[in-house]
């Protein structure tokens, strides 16, 4: 499949039309659909619309938009008018949101395609997509397996060349951790870079919107279309959004990369280890000075995190209680229908993270959990700061396997939660991060390296990842789906 700026080109110079772009897109889709299921939602209307506006601006000779022609996947958690807006939950089955969210809105804008909303741990909750309402996403390169999560949808789309490039949220780990194990590029952007107005929140201070693509170069292209200040968004950065492509360069002499000691110890797949350490190979080739960190409070982040994402989750979840939106289960009064509402309406997951908040939350543990964790985040916080007066990026493995089967860490919570130990901490402290291809296992499973930078550094991301990306080839293996 093309690549955005190779795809753009030969619409904008006659070559193909968008509205072929987007009947090839919707068959492929529809083909590979039954196989991998990283839709909730299809919206061939939508996509062909978008379409033939940008056949009709171009031929009006205006310019289409720096997206024209592209299409694209939405995480089910972005509010869209008159497409269904589920989270992944039978709660919202069938919500149609009145208001539009200001990615979607600015994608529109850019002349992107929506090919449809993609699949997702309920709630943006998981993992694994296995806790979606409606039935998991399966793994490209192994239907057998699971895609990660919680925007699984998003990342097995672009894997399987449904899409172009895709959009999912990232509140612990739920880009980067899917990028790692579907074998394609996923950044959790800078909080406050890309505005959450219309986003479905889960973690309101840790949530933040980002891109899926095949290729460092279309991330970058990806992030520009929809990164800048939102007035709608209270923790919009009102920043001048730089050109991410001029950061582009193969060139790493004078960049110095720390290695995380503390994501390479105990817990880490051997094989996972291994490809990590070759690559920081590979960016010492290129220029890269090396050197070992330390973040002694990182240890620290999962128990952090549980504690806080919870506690946040369980005061946004409030809202479902069947009298405003959604599904509504009557009842003899308003206790029991909010009751038996949220009994069949909300996941085990969901149920479960609403309890853990609600503790953490309740007189007398407020300041033995919640207080105690906010101020963990604090020294996390600390520590990417110290490490960045001494280095530009950090760098570790995105997880600490490659996807494991179906139903393999269901029954065990905690063990699925040790998915996102490596993603937690960077989340905590609002700053950015890249997973990118970097190998794969004995299985032919993929596995991702974590680029991880300071505020608003995404262009220093963006050169480490593509001058990796273009001294290897692990971006250009796709995994062996038929259709038909």
């Known amino acids: 499949m093309s690549g955005i700026a190779k795809l753009r080109g030969q619409i904008l110079a006659g070559e193909r039309t968008a509205v072929e772009v987007a009947n090839e897109y919707l068959e492929r889709t529809a083909a590979l659909e ?8 299809l919206t061939p209307e939508r996509a062909l619309a978008q379409a033939r506006q940008v056949d009709e601006a171009i031929r009006r000779g205006e310019d289409p938009g720096v997206l024209a022609g592209i299409p694209v996947a939405l995480k089910d958690n972005l509010c869209t008018v008159g497409i269904p807006t589920t989270c992944g939950s039978r709660i919202l089955e069938g919500y149609l949101p009145p208001y539009e969210s ?18 997702l741990d309920e709630f943006a909750m998981g993992s694994s997509t296995e806790n979606s309402a409606f039935g998991p996403t399966r793994n490209p390169w192994n239907t057998l397996r699971v895609p990660g999560g919680s925007s699984g949808g998003s990342a097995a789309a672009v894997a399987a060349g449904q899409v172009v490039g895709s959009f999912g949220s990232d ?35 840790l949530d933040q919107i980002g891109p899926f693509s095949r290729t460092v170069e279309d991330n970058a292209l990806l992030l520009q279309a929809i990164a800048g200040y939102d007035p709608l968004d209270s923790t919009s950065l009102k920043v001048e959004i730089p050109n991410y492509r001029k950061a582009l360069v193969t060139d790493l002499r004078g960049i110095k990369v720390g290695l995380v000691a503390e994501f390479l110890g105990e817990g880490i797949n051997p ?34 995190y549980y504690i806080l994402a919870t506690s946040e989750a369980s005061a946004n979840l409030a809202r479902y209680d069947g009298v405003k939106y959604g ?17 069949k309406g909300f996941g085990p997951e969901v149920k479960r993270r609403i309890m853990l908040g609600t503790y953490a939350l309740s007189a007398g543990y407020y300041d033995a959990y919640y207080l105690k964790a906010q101020k963990v985040r604090t020294l996390i916080k600390a520590d990417f ?18 996807a494991f089967p179906f139903g393999d860490k269901v029954d065990d919570p905690l063990s699925m939660y040790l998915s996102d130990i490596c993603t937690i901490p960077l989340n905590l402290a609002g700053m950015a ?35 990796y990306e273009q001294a290897t080839n692990w971006h250009t293996r796709t995994p062996d789906l038929s259709i038909g």
Do not use: W
């Open 271 to 304: 094989e996972v280890r291994a490809h990590v350490l070759e690559a920081l190979e590979v960016l010492k080739s290129l220029g890269a000075e090396i050197e070992e960190v330390t973040c002694p409070h990182f240890t620290y982040g999962l128990s952090t």
């Open 171 to 205: 509140t612990g780990g739920s880009i980067r951790q899917p990028a790692s194990f579907c074998g394609v590029v996923g950044l959790k952007p800078t909080y406050g870079l890309v505005s959450r107005y219309g986003l479905v929140a889960f973690a309101s201070s």
């Open 433 to 467: 991060g890249i997973s990118i291809p970097c190998g794969f296992d004995a299985d032919g499973l993929p596995i991702g390296l974590q680029i991880m930078a300071g505020a608003l550094e995404e262009s220093k991301l963006f050169q480490v990842a593509y001058a």
């Open 327 to 343: 599904l509504r289960e009557p009842g003899d009064s308003l206790i029991p229908m909010y009751a038996r509402t949220r009994e």
């Open 102 to 119: 200001t990615v979607t809105t600015r994608l529109d804008l850019s002349g992107a395609l929506f090919i449809g909303k993609a699949n």
């Open 385 to 402: 700061l110290d490490a960045f007066t001494r280095v530009d990026v950090l760098i570790g493995p995105t997880s600490p396997t490659t």
């Open 34 to 41: 039954p196989q991998v299921h990283a839709f909730l939602h």
